[in-house]
């Protein structure tokens, strides 16, 4: 005999990949989305992100590193290339031209820093939400 779970108590295991040098957040990153039944990759530098994201393919990228603006803005670029999953970009504040380019390079959103990790999550779940519901609509 097989059983079949219903559509509605299917859950979807999303790869996370957040990258970032900063090992601490990194971990409460890692913690809160692995309780919500994510899985996750992490990765320190932007050559090992794209790669990594190149064979994933993630849901959602958790991008934090400090760059240049130039090669954040070729980061987002590439990491589009890779992927069809969400990219947020978490930085300090910037002007409406930085904010800009890093979207049209392919970020989805832009978060200023520093963010607590609750409102990264509930952001990140609603990504989530929102691009399983538009694959299974």
Known sequence: M?????????EEINTVLIISQDAKMTEV?????????CHVVCETTDRNAVQTSRLLSPALIVLELALPRLDLVRLCSELRDTT?????????????TEIS????????EFLSTPISPMALLIKSMAWLVKQSSQLYA
């Open 2 to 10: 097989v059983a079949w779970k219903s559509s509605s108590s299917f």
């Open 29 to 37: 990153w890692e913690t809160l989305f692995l309780q919500k039944n």
């Open 84 to 96: 069809n999953g969400t990219i947020l970009l978490l930085a300090p504040k910037g002007n409406l």
């Open 101 to 108: 380019d890093y979207l049209r390079a392919g970020a989805d």
